[in-house]
């Protein structure tokens, strides 16, 4: 019997313990954690994490002065969801053992007055039928915060550096609701720069300047200088007609040298010497030589002269209502044109008068803006009709001396025997 009455007995405590333990573990978070209530009304949920199974759960509500509840509720459905406004308090109850982990509970509230740091604070507990198998809480912070606040000034909380930016705040004197600003980093303010090092063309240069508010140093590498070289060049190989040369000069600061190339080229020689004079048909040619090494010839070459046209014949001449066109020929290389004869004025020109003289003769010879000459006055000095009269009869006479030949030949054949095929006439006994 007392055997059997210490195992009950530790049996209950261990019960009790473990309820207890489990009991203890159940976390209460309320959300929004920390808020701020400026015009009307906040809702609050609640959950629980860890709870035990219940058949029943209580909750309070505790506010803070500067707070009035509005509404509250469970979210979990039971046999009784009760909650009063008026004190805060709550029940929940299921007809077997429940989990109540998640979201439990939500409650609206609202600021009576502008004031900070309002406390709210949400306590459970948990029971089996009528024992207690454990209790949780939690609290949150909340600020009632003004419709139009009545800041203070502007305070420095954290004093801006070259590189690292400050913050400035206020805060409003009757809810004392804080307003944060940051201020940028300001930057270095450096001073001119200095010169340490001097560049040149062989090494570079070194300059820094100083921050005027931190004393912060920044220094900069200075490029090279470009080189100083004489102005003078020195030969250093002559070119020739064949090879190039080279010249140099020196940099007068750190000796470095500089080369250029003169390139070879021939030393011609001033004369020209004509090779062939221009015409109106081809160009002219002149030519000169190096008179270093007396070859690679240079030429250039002149323009063509213009043809020096004379008369040549008319071809028909112009009337009063026609013009009429004549033949010009150069009298170098023998190419023709032919020539408009302008329209005559009435009775300005006739077989015994002259052309007018409003009418250029395209023969040089008579001089540009001369009248054109009569008909009679056609033949120049220069003029070829009389060596084409002369061709013209020495080819009739050839044509008529070969039709000549060709008659003579035919009537030797003819007379030939053999080939006298004509028949015998007999004489008319009659006659």
């Known amino acids: 019997m007392k055997n059997t009455l210490c195992i009950l007995i530790c049996l209950v405590l261990t019960l009790g313990l473990s309820v207890a333990a489990f009991a203890s573990n159940t976390v209460v978070s309320i959300n ?10 906040t809702t609050f949920t609640v959950s629980l994490s860890n709870a035990p199974y219940v058949t029943s759960a209580l909750v309070n509500i505790t506010l803070d002065d500067g707070l009035s509840l509005v509404s509250g509720q469970w979210e979990n459905k039971g046999v009784i969801n009760d909650f009063a406004v008026s004190n805060g308090y709550g029940v929940i109850a299921f007809s077997e053992k429940t989990s109540l982990n998640g979201t439990v509970f939500s409650f609206t509230v609202k600021g009576n007055s502008p004031s900070s740091e309002q406390k709210i604070q949400v306590s459970f507990k948990f029971k089996n039928g009528s024992s207690n198998v454990g209790t949780a809480s939690a609290t949150t912070t909340v600020n009632v915060m003004c419709k139009a606040h009545s800041f203070s000034e502007w305070t420095a909380t954290k004093t ?73 060049w020195t030969v250093v190989l002559s070119p020739t007609c064949y090879s190039d040369g080279l010249e140099t000069r020196a940099c007068t600061i750190c000796g470095d040298t500089e080369e250029k190339i003169i390139y070879s080229t021939h030393t011609y020689d001033d004369n020209w010497i004509i090779q062939s004079e221009p015409t109106c048909c081809f160009q002219g040619c002149q030519v000169r030589y190096c008179i270093e090494c007396g070859s690679v010839p240079e030429y250039v070459y002149t323009g063509k002269l213009d043809h020096n046209f004379i008369f040549d014949y ?16 150069c009298e170098y290389c023998g190419t023709t044109q032919i020539v408009e004869i302008p329209v005559k004025a009435p009775n300005e020109y006739d077989t015994d008068t002259n052309y007018s003289d409003d009418l250029s003769h395209p023969d040089p010879e008579y001089g540009r803006g001369d009248p054109i000459p009569t008909p009679d006055e056609y033949v120049s000095k220069d003029d070829n009709t009389t060596l084409y009269v002369v061709i013209s009869i020495i080819a009739v006479l050839l044509v008529g001396a070969g039709i000549a030949v060709l008659l003579i030949f035919k009537k030797k054949k003819s007379s030939d025997p053999i080939n006298d095929t004509e028949p015998y006439e007999f004489e008319n006994p009659e006659e």
């Not at 112009?318 to 004549?326: A, L, P, V």
């Open 314 to 329: 008319i071809i028909f001449d112009s009337t009063e209502i026609e013009t009429g066109s004549m033949q010009v020929v």
């Open 160 to 232: 801006q550096s070259c590189t690292e930016a400050g913050s400035i705040s206020r805060s409003c004197v009757v809810c004392k609701y804080t307003e944060t600003q940051d201020i940028p980093a300001t930057g270095h303010a450096y001073g001119e720069w200095q010169v340490n090092v001097q560049p040149n063309c062989y090494w570079e240069g070194m300059q820094k300047r100083v921050c005027a508010t931190c004393g912060m140093t920044e220094e900069e590498i200075m490029p090279k200088t470009e080189h100083l070289f004489e102005e003078q």
């Open 32 to 41: 929004p954690s920390q808020t701020e209530i400026k015009d009307g009304a």
